[in-house]
């Protein structure tokens, strides 16, 4: 089954706040490797475009984006999320 949003959502979630708890100042995520990690990628149903949402969604400020496919969306979408997070 492909996942969906939640999913997504609740990996990057688990990725920032352990970068968090390991007291870094940033950590990169690439859309392929959180793909990856919920399932589903590389594969014929998967949810690329989705996941590149999540990652672009929860961007807040000092957030950059370090690398971008010419699509926009695509496995090597590279994001720089600074810790800790606004909210918490």
């Known amino acids: 089954m492909a996942p969906n949003k939640e999913e997504f959502r609740r990996a990057l979630a688990e990725l920032l706040a352990a970068g968090?708890?390991?007291?870094?100042?940033?950590?990169?995520?690439?859309a392929g490797?959180?793909?990856?990690?919920?399932?589903?990628?590389?594969?014929?149903?998967?949810?690329?475009?989705?996941?590149?949402?999540?990652?672009?969604e929860a961007m807040t400020s000092g957030d950059v984006i370090v690398n971008e496919p010419p699509s926009g969306s695509g496995a090597?979408?590279?994001?720089?999320?600074?810790l800790p997070r606004p909210y918490g």
Do not use: K, N, W
């Not at 968090?20 to 690439?30: I, K, M, N, R, S």
């Not at 990856?36 to 014929?44: A, E, K, L």
């Open 76 to 82: 090597t979408l590279t994001i720089r999320y600074r």
């Open 20 to 30: 968090a708890e390991l007291g870094f100042a940033a950590v990169d995520v690439t």
């Open 33 to 56: 490797s959180l793909h990856r990690s919920v399932g589903g990628y590389p594969g014929t149903d998967h949810r690329m475009p989705m996941c590149c949402q999540i990652m672009r």
